[in-house]
C-alpha cells in the first residue's frame, strides 16, 4: 500500500464521517420522524387489534350459538367457573388455567427477577402466552382453549384435565411434572371417532408468547432473544433477532420449538413430529413500545392426533434456565428417544468457535466455577489462556525483535532504493537480507492469529453463561450486564443512556496494547512502511472509540475480560521488550549468518515463494516499462 492510497483512504474515511456529522436529522427532524413512527406504529396496532377483535367476535358468536344449542357437541364443557391448578417442585412452580387446560403462568424458582427484584422469575403470566389445539371434527372445530375441564388424579406433579362432550365422549389432557424442569403431557379423545374423517390423522396448535424483558439491559437481552426450533433430520435454526418475520413457513419437520429469551426459554416438543411447513413469527419490540416486552412470539404447527383414541398425542414443556450442562441433563428425561439437542439453546457461536467453546471453554469454567466466584473464574481463564498461548505470543514477539535489530543494516543495504520506481527492488533486497540472517517476516503473524478465535470465541460465550447471572465482582453488581458508572434517562446516538465502567476500562487497555505493538512495529519499519505506518498510526487508535460504542451495553463480564486479557496482552509484550537483550539477539544473528554463508541453504516453504513471486512481479514491471520505452521512442520517431 503506496503513500498516495493511504491518502485517498484517510480522506474518503474523513469524507464519510463529515458527511454522517453533517447529515444528522436536527431535533425537529428527529421528532417529526419519531412522531410518524409512532403514528405508524399506533396505525398498525390498530389494524392488528381490529383483526384480531373480528376474530374474537366471529368466535365469540360461535361460542353463543353453541351455548344455546343444547345438543351441541360439548355444550356443558363451554360453560363454567375458571380455577387454577398448580404443579410444583423445588425447581419450578407451574399454574394451569381449568379452561383451556394449559399453563398460564411459569415460574422459575432459584434465580433472581433483575427488573422487578423478587427472588424468582416469572418466565411468562396468563396475559403474555396461550396455547390452542384445535381439532377439525366433521360439523365444527374443537377449540381446547373454550372448554372448561374437569380436575382429577391432583398431586404436587400430575393432574388430569376432562372437557366432556357427552356420555362417554371427552378430551383428556394428562401432565406429569418431572424432578427438575420438564414437564410430561398426553392429549387423547375417548368415543368421539365417529365425530371426525376418517383420514383425520392431524391436530392444529397455535402457540403465542409476549417475551418478558429479565435483565437490565434491553438492547443486549433483545440481541440473544429468538424464537428457536430443531429440525427433525438435525440441526437449529432461529428466525431474525432484529428483523420482523411474520407466518415464515419452515418446510421441515421440526422436534421441538422454543420461545428463548437471553437466559431462559419455554420449549415444546412433540413426539411424533411437528409437520412441515409450520408458521413461525417473531416480532420485535424497541425499549420505548415494547413496555418492558422484548418480542411478541408464534407458532402456528400441525402436529400426530389420532381420533380412536388408540394412541394420544404426546408432547413435553421445558420452562428453565439456558443452562448448557443442564439442558443436557434434562434432555435425558424425554421420554422420546430423540437427540433432541436442547443445548443449542445456549448460542457458543459459529462451528470452528462453537467447538472451542464446547471442549475447552465450558469444561474449564465449570471446573473453576466449583471453587472460586465468577469474577475470579474469567481472570483465571485468562491468565490459562496466557499461559497456553505464551509460546506463540514470544515467537511472534521475538520475530518482530529479530526484524527491530537487523533495521539499521537493512536501512544499509535498502538506502540507494529511494526512487518509487525501485520499491521492488528495495524489497528484493529486504527478503535477501532476511534470507541471509535466517529471519523470515511473516514468522510471528501465524501465532497471533491463532489467538483470534479464543477472543471471538469468549465474545459469543460470556453472555450466554447463565452462571454469570446475578453474580457480583469488584464493583460489578451483575456480571451478566453493563456496569454504570453514569446513567441518565435520555438515549444519545451511538452511546445510549449510560456509560459502562469496564467498557472504558476495556478501551483503555486497547490503547495501551495499539501503542505497544506500534512502538514494536515501528521500530522495524525501512524507509516508506515508516512513513505509512505514521499515517496508519492515528487510524489504528480510532480502533478503540468504535469498540466503545460497540461495547457500551454489553456484559461487565465480557468487558471485564477483555480488559484482564489486553492487560497481559500489554504486560506480557513489556516483560518481553525489557528481558530481550537486543545485542545478544544480533549476535546470535550474525552468527547465523556467517553459518548460513559457510553452509547455504536452499530456501524452500513461504520464503521461497515470496522471492520467486517478487521476482515475477520484477520480471513483469520490466517488461511492461521496455514496452512503454519503446512505445515513447515510436512516438519520437
Known amino acids: ?274 409437520q412441515p411447513n409450520a408458521l413461525m413469527t417473531s416480532i420485535p419490540y424497541d425499549k420505548k413500545s415494547g413496555d418492558g416486552y422484548l418480542k411478541s412470539y408464534q407458532a402456528k404447527m400441525k402436529s400426530f392426533f389420532d381420533p380412536t383414541g388408540k394412541q394420544p398425542s404426546e408432547f413435553e414443556f421445558y420452562y428453565g434456565p439456558n443452562d448448557f450442562r443442564l439442558l443436557q441433563n434434562v434432555e435425558e428425561q424425554s421420554t422420546f ?34 471453587f472460586f466466584p465468577m469474577g475470579v473464574v474469567l481472570i483465571l481463564i485468562t491468565l490459562l489462556l496466557k499461559v497456553i498461548t505464551f509460546p506463540m505470543v514470544k515467537k511472534s514477539y521475538m520475530s518482530s525483535a529479530k526484524m527491530r535489530v537487523l533495521k539499521p543494516k537493512l536501512d544499509e543495504a535498502t538506502k540507494q ?69 453514569v446513567e441518565w434517562g435520555t438515549n444519545i446516538w451511538l452511546i445510549g443512556d449510560h456509560l459502562s465502567l469496564t467498557c472504558i476500562l476495556f478501551c483503555g487497555a486497547n490503547i495501551l496494547y495499539t501503542w505497544f505493538t506500534m512502538q514494536q512495529q515501528k521500530d522495524q519499519m525501512v524507509g516508506q512502511q515508516a512513513e505509512q505506518m505514521k499515517m496508519m498510526q492515528w487510524m489504528m487508535y480510532l480502533m478503540p472509540l468504535m469498540f466503545f460504542f460497540m461495547f457500551n451495553d454489553y456484559s461487565s463480564g465480557l468487558n471485564f475480560y477483555y480488559f484482564i486479557s489486553l492487560f497481559f496482552s500489554a504486560a506480557i509484550m513489556f516483560t518481553l521488550r525489557k528481558t530481550t537483550n537486543e545485542k545478544k539477539l544480533l549476535d546470535y544473528l550474525e552468527a547465523r549468518r556467517s553459518e548460513n554463508q559457510k553452509n547455504p541453504k536452499k530456501q524452500n516453504g513461504l520464503m521461497a515463494r515470496m522471492q520467486a513471486m517478487q521476482e515475477l512481479q520484477q520480471k513483469q514491471q520490466e517488461e511492461l516499462r521496455r514496452k512503454k520505452e519503446d512505445l515513447n521512442r515510436r512516438k519520437k520517431q
Request: aromatic letters at 12%.
Open 417 to 485: 532504493y529511494d526512487k518509487p520506481e525501485d520499491q521492488m527492488k528495495k524489497q528484493q533486497a529486504m527478503m535477501q537480507l532476511y534470507s541471509e540472517y535466517g529471519v523470515s517476516p511473516l514468522s510471528g503473524c501465524l501465532p497471533m492469529l491463532i489467538q483470534l478465535p479464543i477472543w471471538i470465541a469468549m465474545f459469543n460465550f460470556v453472555p450466554n453463561a447463565i452462571q454469570l447471572r446475578g453474580q457480583s465482582f469488584l464493583w460489578m453488581q451483575d456480571l451478566s450486564t453493563y456496569d454504570p458508572i
Open 1 to 274: 500500500m503506496d503513500k498516495n492510497t493511504i491518502t485517498g483512504i484517510v480522506l474518503i474515511a474523513l469524507l464519510f464521517i463529515g458527511f454522517t456529522w453533517w447529515s444528522q436529522p436536527s431535533e425537529e427532524e428527529i421528532k417529526a420522524q419519531q412522531e410518524q413512527l409512532a403514528q405508524q406504529e399506533a396505525a398498525k396496532d390498530k389494524a392488528a387489534k381490529a383483526e384480531k377483535d373480528a376474530v374474537k367476535a366471529q368466535r365469540e358468536r360461535a361460542l353463543q350459538q353453541t351455548l344455546e344449542d343444547s345438543t351441541a357437541l360439548f355444550h356443558n364443557a363451554l360453560k363454567g367457573t375458571a380455577q387454577n391448578v398448580v404443579l410444583k417442585n423445588k425447581h419450578v412452580e407451574l399454574t394451569f388455567n381449568t379452561k383451556g387446560a394449559t399453563v398460564e403462568k411459569a415460574v422459575i424458582k432459584g434465580y433472581k427477577d433483575n427488573i422487578k427484584e423478587k427472588n424468582d422469575v416469572v418466565l411468562f403470566d396468563k396475559n403474555e402466552q396461550s396455547l390452542n389445539y384445535t381439532l377439525v371434527a366433521k360439523e365444527t372445530n374443537i377449540s381446547t382453549q373454550d372448554l372448561y375441564f374437569n380436575v382429577s388424579a391432583l398431586t404436587d406433579s400430575t393432574v388430569v384435565f376432562t372437557a366432556e362432550a357427552a356420555a362417554g365422549k371427552n378430551i383428556v389432557l394428562s401432565y406429569l411434572l418431572g424432578k427438575d424442569y420438564m414437564l410430561h403431557m398426553r392429549l387423547s379423545v375417548e368415543g368421539m371417532a365417529g365425530l371426525f374423517a376418517p383420514n383425520t390423522s392431524t391436530m392444529d396448535i397455535n402457540w403465542q408468547e409476549k417475551c418478558r424483558q429479565q435483565e437490565k439491559g434491553f438492547n443486549f437481552e433483545n440481541r440473544y432473544a429468538t424464537l428457536t426450533y430443531h429440525e427433525s433430520e438435525g440441526g437449529t435454526d432461529y428466525l431474525s433477532e432484529t428483523s420482523e418475520k411474520i407466518d415464515k413457513p419452515i418446510e421441515e419437520r421440526i422436534d421441538w420449538v422454543a420461545f428463548k429469551n437471553q437466559f431462559f426459554s419455554a420449549v415444546m416438543i412433540a413426539k411424533n413430529d411437528f
Open 337 to 370: 428417544g430423540k437427540d433432541l439437542e436442547l443445548q443449542r439453546l445456549v448460542y457458543l457461536g459459529w462451528p470452528l468457535f462453537r467447538i472451542i467453546n464446547r471442549w475447552f471453554t465450558i469444561y474449564v469454567f465449570d471446573w473453576l466455577s466449583t
